[in-house]
């Protein structure tokens, strides 16, 4: 049986005792370490035997982290995430409605984790352009109509489709239950912020932070991850770095984890 090591606390450790302590277990060099540290969410190892799994720990402690040792299947992918577009806050439930118009609820004691995260997301747009003749073909043409008299014209304009690639943040919040429920998912794009009220602004991405500290209020049982912690705490979200939707799951599942609510 493999065992991984991840962070045993609910904060996830800075990022420079990670890298010390992978330093130290894998013999990494600086840079090396630093890149993996920002890109582990605490979790140090995957599938090892028991004796390695537990020099791993030790050089962790030794680095001023606490860890625990857990079966590999441990850290096994969360469910599918279910997306909704719509919850509501009842005295001991939480009501969800997806896009088709199917509806659940989930006892707030059984919220085992909240995870939210701007994740940064490649895009690719279809843009339809007019390109006419460049400047040295309008000077050669030019200069045989004024040679030979002949009208030939400077040339036509042509329509040109152009992949344009981009980065954008995407904000996401997955509501990890202890039931039988699906991992919720909701995204500013296509949710209905009517649930916040009078507190509900123009603005896509405060009504974003607004819910995500809403649902920490309404669960405070619930492990909450780093993105939510620096809400919380009115902390700049741009220094933690989610560069991949796998940065996002790889967090959420070492909390799921910690709750026991991985598959």
Not at 153 to 178: A, H, P
Not at 182 to 197: E, G, I, M
Request: net charge neutral; glycine share 8%; proline share 4%.
């Amino acid at each position: 049986m493999g065992f991984c090591v991840i962070a045993a606390g609910e904060r996830m450790p800075g990022f420079a005792a990670m890298a010390a302590a992978l330093t130290a277990a894998f013999g990494l060099n600086h840079s090396t370490a630093a890149v993996q540290a920002r890109h582990c969410w605490g979790v140090f190892a995957r599938d090892l035997e028991a004796a390695a799994a537990d020099a791993v720990a030790g050089h962790c402690a030794a680095c001023g982290i606490k860890t625990i040792k857990l079966p590999a299947e441990a850290l096994a992918r969360l469910p599918v995430a279910h997306r909704i577009k719509k919850i509501g806050f009842e005295q001991e439930h939480l009501a969800w409605m997806d896009a088709a118009g199917s509806a659940g609820t989930v006892r707030a004691r059984e919220i085992a984790a909240l995870s939210a995260a701007p994740v940064k997301e490649e895009t690719m747009h279809l843009v339809k352009t007019k390109e006419g003749p460049s400047g040295a073909e309008k000077a050669v043409r030019f200069g045989i109509m004024s040679v030979t008299g002949l009208p030939i014209g400077l040339g036509k304009t042509k329509e040109v489709i152009k992949e344009v690639r981009g980065n954008e943040l995407s904000f996401y919040l997955d509501i990890i239950s202890g039931s039988d429920e699906p991992r919720l998912r909701l995204s500013p794009v296509d949710f209905d912020f009517s649930c916040l009220k009078e507190r509900k602004t123009y603005s896509s991405e405060m009504n974003f932070r607004l819910l995500a500290l809403e649902l920490a209020a309404f669960v405070p049982a619930a492990l909450n991850n780093a993105a939510l912690w620096a809400m919380r705490e009115n902390t700049p979200l741009n220094a933690l770095p989610y560069d991949t939707m796998e940065d996002f799951e790889t967090e959420t599942r070492r909390l799921a984890a910690l709750t026991g609510q991985t598959r």
